[in-house]
């Protein structure tokens, strides 16, 4: 008899994959009677860029903390990349802070150490051999434009200088998510939209990031899709070409 092959029934509708990185589910926070945040709920995809507008005390400095576990919510679910925060076990927190860079407005950097030593913190603390953390901290400075200042301290250094450094301390863990906390505030337009134009080339590598800011000058000119804060509550926006991909609001 005549081998005959195994029919098989063809899978017309193959599962999706999940694209959701961030994902808010009714979050509030509030510090004693104070409540900051109330009732947020969106998700954001993979590979998105996205900010967060807001007047000063609106509550964008608090989601940010959400998002990358500095702090916990009050009440509903932060879940982020799969792994839902209200159940993280402890000691599966450093490995997930891992997965987050944060850039911050006054930049952070310790006084007495390097540019080099700066950006390879996150690296020692992480574990890795020397020769990883000099190779990465090399690349990641290279991308930023200050390779040539490896060996420089941070007093040296211009605003703008400073910032670079934060944002290549910021990724050299090959974060899945890159969170900034007023990136430029410090900075005059022209070196503003310079920071501006790294984190899109970090953006364009598959990195989500998420910018907070009161700049609404440079959201306009970024262009990018926004989430809006009023008194710790969402309000829906969105901008140009780029309209709500990759932000959903639930």
């Known amino acids: 008899m005549p081998f005959s092959a195994r029919k098989t029934t063809p899978i017309l509708n193959p599962p999706k994959p999940d694209m959701r990185i961030i994902q808010l589910v009714g979050v509030s926070k509030g510090y004693d009677r104070h409540e900051v945040l109330s009732g947020l709920s969106f998700q954001i995809d993979k590979g998105s860029m996205i900010f967060i507008s807001g007047h000063s005390g609106a509550g964008k400095t608090t989601l940010l903390k959400l998002i990358g576990f500095v702090e916990a919510a009050s009440s509903g ?9 209200s159940r993280i076990k402890p000691r599966a927190i450093p490995a ?3 997965q987050i860079g944060m850039v911050f407005q006054d930049y952070r950097l310790l006084a007495n150490h390097t540019v080099f030593d700066n950006v390879s913190l996150p690296l020692v603390i992480a574990g890795y051999r020397h020769h990883e953390i000099a190779s990465r901290v090399r690349a990641d400075l290279s991308r930023v434009d200050l390779l040539n200042k490896a060996g420089a301290y941070p007093v040296t250094l211009s605003g703008g200088e400073q910032q670079r450094v934060g944002i290549a301390r910021a990724v050299v863990n ?40 009161h700049d609404h000058t440079m959201i306009q000119r970024m262009d990018y899709p926004v989430l809006h804060l009023h ?12 309209e709500l991909k990759g932000l959903r609001f639930l």
């Open 77 to 85: 679910q932060v879940i982020i990349n799969g792994i839902n925060l």
């Open 96 to 98: 997930f802070r891992r």
């Open 174 to 213: 090959k974060p899945a998510i890159l969170l900034a906390d007023e990136p430029t505030g410090n900075l005059d337009p022209e070196l503003s939209l310079e920071i501006m134009r790294f984190f899109q080339e970090f953006h364009q590598t598959g990195t989500t990031v998420l910018i907070a800011s």
């Open 231 to 242: 008194h710790g509550r969402l309000e829906q926006a969105q901008t140009g070409r780029h």
